[in-house]
């Protein structure tokens, strides 16, 4: 099968990272993850990614100052070198611009720890548990100009309980995103292997 060149972005420890590169180990998983970016040098994933063999370059955001469109330019430049299709925003922390967003639109996902449209933004589980909701989860959506607003690909919902901490809830999310990205990341490619490269 042709597999999906494809480039994950994460800022931090990487969980969701480490899940699609464990996926991808199977022979029928669509995408090949062949760089894995961070705008943070010290993103603890980085180093989990080299050790899989798979290329991490970080691109230090601060080196570009308030200049982010020039930031996401030299990003997108090195995709471009290395045939990358495809991005995977993995707790990719920062807001992109709309400039980098039009150049992958249709061709770049997030995952989101909550269930979209509820809770965009920051903070999810502490607001979730504010908000007294009886289910939260995570959801995979494409990226489009509007923070965490994009089309919704797939979600996974788990119970809140009474006695939650924001952390215990963050947890038990956590535990879905892992199996809900490589999902997400199958159903959104499998339309592309089949020449479908703007599918949205
Ligand atoms: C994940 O929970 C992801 O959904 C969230 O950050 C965490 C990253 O963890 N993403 C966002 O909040 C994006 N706005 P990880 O680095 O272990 O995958």
Redesign the pocket.
């Known amino acids: 099968m042709t597999k999906t060149k494809a480039a994950i972005f ?10 699609l590169v464990e996926a991808a180990k199977v022979p029928d998983f669509p995408a090949d993850f062949v760089v894995v970016v961070s705008n943070d040098p010290a993103a603890k ?1 980085l180093e989990w990614a080299q050790s899989q063999g798979i290329e991490a370059l970080a691109v230090d955001h601060k080196a570009y100052g308030k200049d982010r469109e020039a930031h996401e330019r030299a990003i997108d430049a090195a995709l471009r070198e290395r045939g990358v299709e495809f991005i995977c ?5 920062r807001i992109l611009t709309p400039w980098l967003v039009e150049q992958w639109q249709g061709r770049m996902i ?4 909550a269930l979209l449209p509820d809770f965009k ?2 903070h ?1 589980h502490e607001r979730a548990l504010e908000a007294e909701v009886k289910e939260h989860g ?1 959801t995979v959506h494409w990226v489009t100009p509007g923070v ?1 607003e994009g089309e919704i690909i797939a979600q996974a919902r788990v119970p809140v309980f009474a006695d939650d901490s924001a952390e215990k809830l ?1 947890a038990r ?2 535990i879905e ?1 892992h199996r809900l990205y490589p999902a997400a990341v199958r159903k959104v490619l499998a339309n592309y292997s089949s020449g479908n490269k703007s599918a949205s």
């Open positions: 994460i800022s931090g420890r990487g969980s969701n990272m480490m899940a994933g925003l993995a707790g990719y922390m997030n995952i989101h720890p933004g920051l999810t995570a965490d963050a999310v956590l995103e």
